[in-house]
């Protein structure tokens, strides 16, 4: 346990009780200051800022050019703000962790936090923080809990089970082994280890919060309504996936309570996390959101993105502004019971590579997740799967739910394609014992078809 650490965070946690107070025209205030700050050291520290926002320094954020996941991590050794660190050192020390093990909640050299994306919506991205921003970025999971009103402290030990990925160079790993400690003592459980395991090891440590992938809660929660996982969380967190509403109805039935959704990513840290209300705040005090279309032009409140650009304030070694996210969100306004005038995020649509696009009458057809999830959620009895190849989808069941067969499915899912618009796909239904998963332990609900760049 790093005791420094650990300080950082309930400082934060405390200091931000603040902010929830905080009306319109302060969270704008701030935000003004904070990227403006942000700029400086970005412009002072980093030869690629300085080149990438050449002539525009002075320029409001939305004339800055997007930044790519693929543009920064070719330019990575330009872009950090620190001379001595180098991507491949960075990625040697990710490797050793992979392959010999280790406590991924140690700094590396002492100084720094690293994590990698799995890279399943293209090249694989990996980040640093220092210990300041990996304080603040612990912190702001931990606002979640916070704002669903879990509390904990040195009284009242807040028992975490989070089932998600073991691999250590992921986020989720790296956060809970940071805040490993008798304040959170935290049972990390492999997504793709044997059900049986996992429910008896959460059996055995009835946890307080239960936090995992929508696709790991998902089976869970049919296990608990069979009466075989016994656990009374007070809150449970849906995270890194695409909570839909059947599923949410599912969790809600296990344990009693409505699910929390959270939205985060490795880049980022915590974006927004619903209230007491579950209505889902941005953390607009510690990064800047835009919803954008394709072309990146801005799109009006209450419509939704094609894409997202954010700008992480807090953000030093590794500067990100207007860094491009394949995320489609909804922003609406402000206002809420719970007091808090932080933005309102509506749904979050799953990202660009889940939209299929397939044969249609006249010429190619977008079809969203939306159009599976009506079929399948009630369907599949442990999650689903939609994986397209060439000429055909490839629908995986774990298990079914009584009164459906995969005749039935099938058919259901033909006509929902015709009324989409779509022509010439077959559709095979294939029952399988467990998911296919990627290297970080989701379980994507729909899959397109890999083009070569």
Known sequence: MDLRLISRVLFLRAAWRQRDRWDAARIIEHQGHALQELRRAAYAGSEFYRRHHAGLQDAPLHRLPPLTKADLMEHFDEAVTTPDLRLADLEAHLRSLTE????????????????????????????????????????????????AGISAGITKPLKMALVSSRVP???????????????VPTLRLDVTAPMKENVAALNRFQPRILVGYASALKPLAAEQSAGRLHISPQGVMSASEVLSPHTASELETAWGTAPFDVYAATETAGIASPCTYRNRHVYEDLLIIEPVDQDGNPVPAGTTGAKLLVTVLFSRTLPLIRYEMSDSVRLGGRGCPCGRSFRLMGDI?????????????????????????HVLDQ?????????????????????????????????GINTALTD?????????????DQLERTALGKAPFVRALKTKP
């Not at 936090?113 to 399943?120: F, I, L, N, R, S």
């Not at 090249?123 to 931990?142: D, K, M, P, Q």
């Not at 369907?379 to 039935?408: C, D, M, Y």
């Not at 779509?422 to 399988?432: L, N, Q």
């Open 379 to 411: 369907a599949a009895l442990a999650g689903w799967q939609v994986i397209q190849e060439p000429g055909k989808l490839r629908v995986f069941l774990a298990g079914l739910t009584p009164g459906n067969s995969q005749e039935a499915i099938r058919a």
């Open 100 to 147: 010999h093990g280790g406590d991924p909640g140690l700094p590396w050299q002492g100084r720094w936090w690293a994590a990698a994306t799995a890279g399943t919506t293209g090249r694989r991205g990996t980040f640093v923080w220092s210990r300041s921003e990996w304080g603040t970025v612990l912190a702001s999971y931990a606002r979640a809990n916070d704002w």
């Open 169 to 183: 160079t992921h986020q989720s790993a790296v956060v809970g082994a940071s805040l490993r400690s008798g304040l």
């Open 349 to 373: 649509e799953g990202r660009l590579e889940d939209i299929l696009h397939l044969p249609g009458m006249t010429g190619t057809v977008a079809v969203h997740p939306i159009v599976f999830h």
């Open 420 to 432: 989409a618009g779509v022509i010439e796909t077959s559709v095979d239904v294939r029952m399988v």
